[in-house]
T-cell receptor
Framework: KQEVTQIPAALSVPEGENLVLNCSFT??????LQWFRQDPGKGLTSLLL?????REQTSGRLNASLDKSSGRSTLYIAASQPGDSATYLC????????????FGQGTELSVKP | GAVVSQHPSWVICKSGTSVKIECRSL??????MFWYRQFPKQSLMLMAT?????????EQGVEKDKFLINHASLTLSTLTVTSAHPEDSSFYIC?????????????FGPGTRLTVT
């Protein structure tokens, strides 16, 4: 079964700290991997999309890496701010799944001032 | 670009009634749309894949007679929750895949919060 797992489930850090969120997936045959942000009671905001052929993507203070062979991705957030507090979701499009996105359980991030 | 809207953003209905949720791709055409539901403190679970002009494909455990999906055009898919009960209360989110896109990126709507009393 193709699954996506995120660790940790929750993370609390002081403002200014650099942090890493982890995502692992069970099958290396993927089209892409996406990182999303979700604020409480809100929809999803797409942060970064990494295609299968790419190793990493960067947007501002965010950097996402992809290692297909080991089935892992990381989301690096530099110089965290209280406004970064949200749930971060990793989702994978696997081959032979009709384009479905399989989501991890998310990491709830809290950045303390 | 790549904007997806949902209507309504929230709805409260009485048990036994039906509720329709609309998902629209505003600036692109989408042959495929997806419907997800999310319970509090949980991740998104795919309910069904909606293809324009054909029947939806439902995930295992999702009752197709209860969650009716219609994808009548390249920009509109609807989810109707029939005979809603309190356990159907949830956050429903749709996504759409750009017909012209080269990859499998999905664009998400803002979600609809359904409360059944």
């Amino acid at each position: 079964k193709q699954e996506v797992t995120q660790i940790p489930a929750a993370l609390s850090v002081p403002e200014g700290e650099n942090l890493v969120l982890n995502c692992s997936f069970t099958d290396s045959a993927i089209y892409n991997l996406q990182w999303f942000r979700q604020d409480p009671g809100k929809g999803l905001t797409s942060l970064l999309l990494i295609q299968s052929s790419q190793r990493e993507q960067t947007s501002g203070r965010l950097n996402a890496s992809l290692d297909k062979s080991s089935g892992r991705s990381t989301l690096y957030i530099a110089a965290s701010q209280p406004g970064d507090s949200a749930t971060y979701l990793c989702a994978v499009t696997f081959y032979n799944q009709g384009g479905k996105l399989i989501f991890g359980q998310g990491t709830e991030l809290s950045v303390k001032p | 670009g790549a904007v997806v809207s949902q209507h309504p953003s929230w709805v409260i209905c009485k048990s036994g009634t039906s509720v329709k949720i609309e998902c629209r791709s505003l600036d692109f055409q989408a042959t495929t749309m997806f419907w997800y539901r999310q319970f509090p403190k949980q991740s998104l679970m795919l309910m069904a894949t909606s293809n324009e002009g054909s029947k939806a494909t439902y995930e295992q455990g999702v009752e197709k007679d209860k969650f009716l999906i219609n994808h009548a055009s390249l920009t509109l898919s609807t989810l109707t929750v029939t005979s809603a009960h309190p356990e159907d209360s949830s956050f429903y989110i749709c996504s759409a895949r750009d017909l012209s896109g080269s990859g499998y990126e999905q664009y998400f709507g803002p979600g609809t919060r359904l409360t059944v009393t």
